[in-house]
């Protein structure tokens, strides 16, 4: 079983406000509001970040960020800003779970081959409702047979699809956290979940659960949804200074539902380039001569960041071991690039940058490249 080279990191952090930040006085609060916010707000420029608020839910948590990433190093470059910010004294963290995604070995069977190359890039959906817990199997289950573990995975797998309106997302952490698997579960319906679990429970593999828990139900939300539902004294508090949502005003949506903004064109000076996050990938967009390119920001040789390399003649060095792109197509230009990256049509509107459905560009490897 092959994996991609596009794999994600993936991480769940819950934090706990202590109940004395709730008494300080309003405009430190929205100070210290502003400043969390603010870093999300960068952050959620370059990586996938979704913010949930399990206030009145659950007693040990009051918020959580999904966080997607191709770069481990940035979900602890992020946590060290939102740690230097005055809310940072009050905050425990109870939680945090780190995960990679990777294609599974049970349901290759059921899926297209580009749904099962989907499953090495998670795209968070709009659901209202997010399940999450970490999940760790017996290590009686690894000794069985393959075809033993398929079987009772076609049953797990049919049950499932009896819910096509929960939707799950299945990452690993074998040697990178304390559990093998997190699972997060997206929904609008929590009863339909609970049927579902419940249903699950039934199954054979089940048996072969050693933990599952804790369990979190998470409910989506802006950050200064999340923020604000923290609560405090003097409610009443005038914000107007105050940048709460810490972010800049949303970009307008193209009329073309391929078409998802990314950023504005005076983000990107002449020559330059410009990290975004777009339907879960991070991109790299390329302003040359007013022309703008997007590549998958990851080499193909060994995930160099292309957004940092050099830009010439319509192509872009990576930074790491000199493998060269094309800017417009993608196409592996010189060793050692293992092959092409996904490049994506561009469009400009008014000042906003709008990236489009991915190109089709076939190239074998270029000579010298590695395999």
């Not at 989907?118 to 999940?135: A, E, H, M, N, T």
Request: aromatic share 10%; with cysteine; charged share 25%.
């Amino acid at each position: 079983m092959q994996t991609t080279g596009r794999r994600q990191f993936v991480k769940w952090v819950f934090f706990n406000v202590d109940p004395a930040w709730r008494g300080l006085p309003a405009d430190e609060r929205a100070r210290g509001k502003a400043a969390f916010a603010e870093v999300i707000g960068s952050w959620s420029k370059r990586i996938v970040v979704r913010p949930y608020t399990l206030v009145g839910v659950r007693g040990d948590c009051d918020m959580m960020l999904w966080l997607i990433s191709e770069r481990l190093e940035d979900f602890q470059e992020l946590h060290t800003q939102l740690f230097r910010t005055p809310m940072a004294p009050y905050l425990t963290m109870p939680y945090s779970y780190l995960a990679m995604t990777r294609r599974s070995i049970y349901v290759d069977r059921y899926a297209s081959e580009e749904e099962v190359q989907r499953r090495d890039i998670i795209v968070p959906g709009q659901s209202k409702y997010l399940f999450v817990y970490p999940f760790v199997k017996t290590r009686a289950w690894y000794m069985l047979p393959l075809e033993e573990r398929q079987r009772m995975m076609d049953e797990h797998i049919r049950l499932g699809r009896k819910y096509p309106d929960i939707r799950l997302n299945t990452t690993y952490s074998f040697g990178l956290d304390d559990q093998e698997f997190i699972v997060a579960f997206e929904g609008d319906e929590p009863a339909r979940f609970l049927d579902l679990v419940m249903e699950l429970r039934e199954s054979e593999a089940s048996s072969y659960t050693l933990r599952d828990t804790p369990i979190f139900t998470c409910i989506a939300t802006s950050v200064k949804g999340m923020l604000d539902a923290l609560g405090g004294a003097s409610a009443e508090v005038d914000l107007s200074s105050v940048a709460v949502e810490a972010q800049e005003p949303a970009l307008p949506q193209s009329g073309d539902p391929a078409f998802v903004a990314a950023c504005r064109l005076d983000e990107i000076p002449a020559g330059g380039a410009k990290l975004v996050a777009v339907r879960g990938e991070q991109l790299a967009l390329f302003n040359v001569d007013g022309q703008i390119y997007a590549l998958s920001n990851r080499c193909s040789h060994s995930r160099g960041p292309l957004v940092d390399g050099e830009i010439c003649d319509g192509a872009v060095t990576c930074p790491w071991h000199s493998a060269r792109f094309d800017l417009a197509t993608g196409a592996a230009l010189a060793a050692p690039a293992r092959g092409p990256v996904p490049a994506y049509e561009t469009r400009v509107e008014d000042g906003v940058i709008y990236v489009g459905p991915q190109k089709l560009v076939r190239q074998a490897t270029p000579a010298g490249g590695e395999n």
